[in-house]
């Protein structure tokens, strides 16, 4: 009898090492919500890398990307993320000094679209920040940012809270840039206006597209997605005069990756052809890399000016930025 339980022991043990030995690696990617929407590019690019990886890709949605670093500083080496996918370069110097991630060693392409370059992070699109609204309901739409702000029409604004949502964060740069010592004035002229301030993106555009509000803080290629998906050409970007706050989308390895040469093969792919064309298509985002774009780009309202603090100052000033529009807002 215990020879016949040692046999049973020894075969379930060979089992167990087979089955481990045959498993599929996982890579665990950090990502925010609108990623793996059913607009967004996410479950495209999990198919694409699975079918060429012989690996398993398991995206984890996590509200917006203030979230998701946000997530990884709590978990630190406990956390199960391989990739952290949807910082920007407003968070670039928090993310460094959190001492989350590791360098990719990747080279910079030659055919890339943006200066941007980074050894601890790669880009792989970038967009303008802009105010979306309905052409069917607003025929004289703001041409500045300052004439949104004093807003003599009184449109109803939803927009994103720099705490939690890169858009947010945008926002809080751009009226710096624009308003410098003035922005707590203008922040709480833009509160008289605010229908709601949203967790992230996905809230205050479902809000917007439901009619609450006139407009929407999202992006300058936003109208795309409403242009390839529904034929429909009646929301447009308001283009201001004085420029439009750049916003470059990130990706890194976690320092805390067991998969991490998995990790550098996903975010090289992210940076092939095919891929930057899902993100100009699904994320509706400008690619990094040079590759021709949806028509639907030829029909919306350009950025021709961009605006942007370098990553020292945004990270030295965010805190109290972020106090003066608490402050202000609250008024």
Known sequence: MFYFKFLLSLLFTILIFVNSA?????LTVYSYSSFLSQWGPGEQIKQGFEAQCDC????VSIGDGVSILNRIRLEGEKTSADVILGLDNNLLEQAKQANIVTPHHITKLDNVNTDWWDSDFIPYDFGYFAFIYN?????NPPNSLHE???NKPNWKIVYQDPRTSTP??????WVKKVYADDAASAWEKIAKHTVTVTKNWSEAYNLFLKGEADFVLSYSTSPVAHIMNDNDHKYQAAIFKEGHYRQVEIAGIIKYSQQ???ARRFLRYLLTPEIQRQFAEKNVMYPI?????????QQINVVNKALEFDAIQTDKNQKAWVREWQSAISK
């Open 260 to 262: 991490q040469e998995l």
């Open 135 to 139: 052409k069917n309901k607003i025929e």
């Open 56 to 59: 398993q890709v398991d995206i």
């Open 289 to 297: 890399v040079k590759t021709s774009l949806p028509d639907a780009y």
């Open 168 to 173: 947010g964060l945008g926002l809080l740069f």
């Open 148 to 150: 949104l702000v004093e």
């Open 22 to 26: 045959n498993a599929k690696p996982t």
